[in-house]
């Protein structure tokens, strides 16, 4: 910006960004740059909070998650923002006790699955009700989504989804 600006602003060139507002977004948590056979550690170095400009920069942090609000009856905001609330935390570490990169983290009674025989099922069985009678709709899937930390979980989850709908159907 300082470049681009120079010929037609005096003093632009010492200034951070030309003198101009530039706005960043992002979750910092989750959007690292990627740094090819990089190291843990120069992933971290390479990221805007650890840059020289980071110290002027201004964070801003919106507080209410718009996208858990769409669509929910007004019955089910202060459940909705107390989950919010978990999240956030979560996000920011402030769960758990103190550590070294592994923690435990106590997850609320109402988000766990307590089927041990077969967990995969009941998370399909929760996330798809009905899904009989929703196999034509697009929207019925487009809704809903499980999200796991590995491949091979994904291929359980696939396998078992699958088995689930009719064969003539997938014809």
């Not at 089910?76 to 920011?92: H, Q, S, V």
């Amino acid at each position: 910006m300082r470049d681009i600006l120079g010929s037609d602003t005096p003093n632009s060139e010492n200034l951070v960004f030309g003198g101009k507002v530039v706005l960043f977004g992002g979750d910092f948590r989750q959007i690292l740059p990627v740094i090819p056979k990089g190291t843990g550690s120069d992933i971290v170095n390479a990221s805007l909070n650890s840059s020289y400009l980071w110290n002027h920069c201004r964070v801003l942090k919106l507080t209410v998650n718009m996208r858990l609000r769409v669509g929910s009856p007004d019955s089910d905001l202060n459940e909705i923002k107390m989950f919010a609330e978990w999240i956030l935390k979560l996000g920011d570490g402030l769960l758990g006790e103190a550590n070294d990169g592994e923690v435990e983290i106590p997850i609320p009674a109402d988000l766990l699955i307590d089927d041990t025989d077969d967990p995969v099922k009941s998370l399909i069985t929760f996330t798809y009700p009905n899904m009989d009678s929703n196999l034509h709709d697009p929207l019925y899937f487009q809704q809903r989504a499980i999200l796991a930390p590995t491949h091979n979980l994904v291929n359980s989850i696939n396998e078992n989804l699958l088995e689930l709908i009719p064969v003539d159907t997938l014809l």
